[in-house]
Nanobody, 126 residues
Framework: VQLQASGGGLVRAGESLKLSCAAS????????MGWFRQAPGLEREFVAT??????????YYADSVKGRFTVSRDNAKNTVYLQMNNLGSEDTAVYYC??????????????????WGQGTLVTVSS
């Protein structure tokens, strides 16, 4: 299984960025696909997740990104996206995509994700 995250970079506060995560080696549509982030000196935190269609196909967001970030998936391309708008310095972190096969209630916890990508760095300058 491979998850390849891309799209990170350096942006100014208020700007937008779109991350992509291409998955291979797994039945993509059977997995919840999540995004997590880790800022320097802090623990990895949940950002957003796209629930597999068989469990409702909905999305969940951390309160800190709700209304600014949008997670989406293209099952035909085995890819999950994270559109990030109105970025602030607090969004600076390494962003990781991950795949989970657990029950719906566990999809905001990093420990319930089976596979992880390598991370892509997002830096927001103020």
């Amino acid at each position: 299984v491979q998850l390849q995250a891309s799209g990170g970079g350096l942006v100014r506060a208020g700007e937008s960025l779109k991350l992509s995560c291409a998955a291979s080696g797994l039945a993509f549509r059977s997995y919840h696909m999540g995004w997590f982030r880790q800022a320097p000196g802090l623990e990895r935190e949940f950002v957003a997740t796209s629930i597999r269609s068989g469990s409702g196909g909905t999305t969940y967001y951390a309160d800190s990104v709700k209304g600014r970030f949008t997670v989406s998936r293209d099952n035909a391309k085995n890819t999950v996206y994270l559109q990030m708008n109105n970025l602030g310095s607090e969004d600076t972190a390494v962003y990781y995509c991950a795949a989970s096969s657990v029950a719906l209630s566990g999809t905001t916890s990093a420990r319930n994700y089976n596979y992880w990508g390598q991370g892509t760095l997002v830096t927001v300058s103020s």
